[in-house]
Nanobody, 126 residues
């Protein structure tokens, strides 16, 4: 079973930037969708962004991060990135990387993903 390891979280001031990385323990077939979710204390885990490889790379974003966050993937390095700009205090959460449960499949629901990383904490101060 592939394992995912996130890194890049930390403490940043509002308006700042962070780049999260998610490295897979072995090659992820490019037809699987890779996504980022986040979970704030006391809240449900919510969708942030996804990168699917249909005929070309297709990205999806939650409305709350559209225009500020960018997801990308480097299949040669088995790595997915989340570039986060113009961070806000409400972006504070544990961020998780996930792989879709089947290939050629996309969902903004956490139930659509069966491989998860351990998470990395992002804290945005005001």
């Amino acid at each position: 079973q592939v394992q995912l390891v996130e890194s890049g979280g930390g403490l940043v001031q509002a308006g700042g930037s962070l780049r999260l990385s998610c490295v897979a323990s072995r090659r992820i077939v490019s037809s699987y969708t890779m996504a980022w979710f986040r979970q704030a204390p006391g809240k449900e885990r919510e969708f942030v962004a996804a990168a699917a490889l249909w005929s070309a790379l297709t990205t999806y974003y939650a409305d709350s991060v559209k225009g500020r966050f960018t997801i990308s993937r480097d299949n040669a390095k088995n790595t997915v990135y989340l570039q986060m700009n113009s961070l806000k205090p409400q972006d504070t959460a544990v961020y998780y990387c996930a792989r879709s449960m089947q290939n050629y499949y996309y969902s903004p629901l956490k139930e659509g993903y069966d491989v998860w990383g351990q998470g990395t904490q992002v804290t945005v101060s005001s």
